[in-house]
Every structure is written in structure tokens, then in C-alpha cells.
């Protein structure tokens, strides 16, 4: 599985004066997170299936190298 390698920029600014814009840019922020959080979950799932289909193959390697 080729790893895919994403760049998310994030620019922090300072608070404005006028509320409608200090709303956009916290909206703007927020999308930025929720993007970075989804991404990491991303990563963790990823991470977990591989462990998981790794044990399921050491337990069919076992299974088949077990004198019965």
C-alpha cells in the first residue's frame, strides 16, 4: 500500500475587529482542525488494519506449520 502524503497548511491570526470576519476565520480554523483530525484517525485506522491483517498471517503461518 503506497503511503499518501497530504499537506495541510494552517495560518493562525491574531483576533479582528470586525466580528462577521473574526467568525470567518474561526470557522476557517476550525475546518483546519477537524481536517487534521481526520486525517490523523485516518493514519490510526490504517495502522490498526495492518497490525491486525499481520497477526491474522502469523496465525495462518502457525496453523499451517503445526504437525496434526
Known sequence: MAIKRAKLI???FGPSSAP???RR???RSD????ALARL???Q???EQFER???QAR???RRKRNTPT
Open 10 to 12: 494552517m495560518e493562525v
Open 20 to 22: 462577521e470576519t473574526a
Open 25 to 27: 476565520e474561526l470557522d
Open 31 to 34: 475546518e483546519a482542525v477537524i
Open 40 to 42: 490523523i484517525g485516518h
Open 44 to 46: 490510526i485506522a490504517r
Open 52 to 54: 491486525y491483517e499481520a
Open 58 to 60: 502469523k496465525a495462518n
